[in-house]
């Protein structure tokens, strides 16, 4: 196990150093060999690896590489957890007040609402369960770098996003949330359009 993990750091080592360190890659390996003969491949696998990560901000393809991870994974992915535990646990505003409206209502319009939304409810978690999928989706279409595909993932989920704000927004329901998702998706999608030219610039490869 040892070994099959140290050569899966290998070669994300030699992933990290591009096309431009091929012969450098090339030479990690053979020396990786050696190691595994002395019996140290894990060591010498993650020192490969932290030079690597090192060598990485210096170079163009480096910074665009770990542009695109940051933003997969330090934006999307949290992005996909927080809606889908918010569909699965329930997001407080939706069983709580009706939002500012709720003070002015009577009593009867408030049984009229909370019906209503009890009835809409599954709809509302529904959406969010395919918004938080569809987040994962984009983010592993970004990683493979299949720009074309991304945006038109982020169009149906924004799509998703917007009719729940509009479904929401109808029950007198709190929709500060779905805008404020609304408003991150918004700025994913640039940040997408801004990968997908830099890398037609780099004239890199797909993933």
């Known amino acids: 196990m040892m070994l099959s993990l140290s050569r899966a750091l290998m070669t994300l080592a030699c992933r990290c150093l591009g096309k431009d360190r091929h012969e450098w890659a090339q030479a990690m390996r053979a020396e990786f060999d050696a190691a595994v003969e002395d019996r140290r491949p894990l060591t010498f696998a993650i020192g490969c690896l932290t030079a690597a990560l090192r060598q ?21 992915v949290p992005i996909a957890a927080i809606e889908i535990s918010s569909a699965i646990l329930g997001l407080p505003h939706l069983f709580g007040e009706q939002g500012a409206l709720g003070a002015s209502m009577t009593s009867g319009q408030k ?14 978690t529904l959406l969010l369960l395919l918004s938080g999928g569809a987040q994962l989706r984009l983010a592993w279409l970004m990683l493979e770098r299949d720009w074309g595909r991304a945006t038109s993932v982020g169009a149906a989920i924004l799509a998703a996003i917007t009719t729940q704000i509009l479904f ?3 029950l007198f329901l709190d929709v500060g949330q779905a805008v404020t998702l609304g408003g991150v998706l918004g700025i994913e999608l640039t940040l997408i359009a801004g990968l997908g030219r830099w890398h037609a610039d780099l004239n890199l490869p797909p993933s």
């Open 111 to 124: 049984l009229l609402v909370d019906g209503a939304f009890r009835v809409a409810a599954p709809s509302v």
């Open 168 to 170: 929401m927004g109808s």
């Open 56 to 76: 990485m901000p210096m170079r163009e393809e480096g910074r665009f590489v770990l542009t695109n991870y940051a933003l997969a994974l330090a934006v999307m």
